[in-house]
T-cell receptor, first 116, second 115 residues
Framework: DAGVIQSPRHEVTEMGQEVTLRCKPI?????LFWYRQTMMRGLELLIY????????DSGMPEDRFSAKMPNASFSTLKIQPSEPRDSAVYFC??????????????FGQGTRLTVV | AQSVTQPDIHITVSEGASLELRCNYS??????LFWYVQSPGQGLQLLLK??????LVQGIKGFEAEFKRSQSSFNLRKPSVHWSDAAEYFC?????????????FGSGTRLSIRP
């Protein structure tokens, strides 16, 4: 498997524009996580899905943020409208919990978002 | 509240010296525990994990960690560090065992290696 694939790797956009980040989890994994990493706040969990269903979105900072997982192999994180304070590295991760065991979350390379 | 604490923001050790990075968690039950490493500009890579059984777990790159229930700790160790170990290290826990179980991370410890 190629691992968790995120696109784009880098995104520079102007304030007010819509931004869509994409993630392809590892095939067969049943959990998908979206994290945001900044120097000030570290790694924050934004939202996670189990079997394509959003379980907890309490980490989503504002209504400007939304996430979807239409099928087991694809998820998006959308910011509309974007603001400079959204600049961060956004990570997608996936994991598999099987018979009460798991091997941990596997991370993508991240999308570095810069909003100017 | 459930949390993960890494009390050391930055640690510098000499190459060849031993290393211990601290991690404490706050949770009512025994969680799944993980250590990850992040090199600059990269994603996070899993070093090792614990969920039951032997409290001393071995990971990749010569790292090990020991779970101590009485101290709610899961400290990462390496007997002899290499310059390539310079990176950011994150402790993480999975809270719960149902579908509503999330993985949260500590604030990280940056490791520098002195030549």
């Amino acid at each position: 498997d190629a691992g968790v694939i995120q696109s784009p790797r880098h995104e520079v956009t102007e304030m007010g524009q819509e931004v869509t980040l994409r993630c392809k989890p590892i095939s067969g994994h049943d959990y998908l996580f979206w994290y945001r990493q900044t120097m000030m706040r570290g790694l924050e969990l934004l939202i996670y899905f189990n079997n394509n269903v959003p379980i907890d979105d309490s980490g989503m900072p504002e209504d400007r943020f939304s996430a979807k997982m239409p099928n087991a192999s694809f998820s998006t994180l959308k910011i509309q409208p974007s603001e400079p304070r959204d600049s961060a590295v956004y990570f997608c991760a996936s994991s598999l919990v099987l018979r009460g065991r798991e091997d941990g979350a596997f991370f993508g390379q991240g999308t570095r978002l810069t909003v100017v | 509240a459930q949390s993960v604490t890494q009390p050391d923001i930055h640690i510098t050790v000499s190459e060849g010296a031993s290393l211990e990075l601290r991690c404490n968690y706050s949770y009512g039950a025994t969680p799944y525990l993980f250590w990850y490493v992040q090199s600059p500009g990269q994603g996070l890579q899993l070093l090792l994990k614990y969920f039951s059984g032997d409290t001393l777990v071995q990971g990749i790159k010569g790292f090990e960690a020991e779970f101590k229930r009485s101290q709610s700790s899961f400290n990462l160790r390496k007997p002899s560090v290499h310059w390539s170990d310079a990176a950011e290290y994150f402790c993480a826990v999975r809270l719960g065992y149902s579908s509503a179980s999330k993985i949260i991370f500590g604030s990280g410890t940056r490791l520098s290696i002195r030549p």
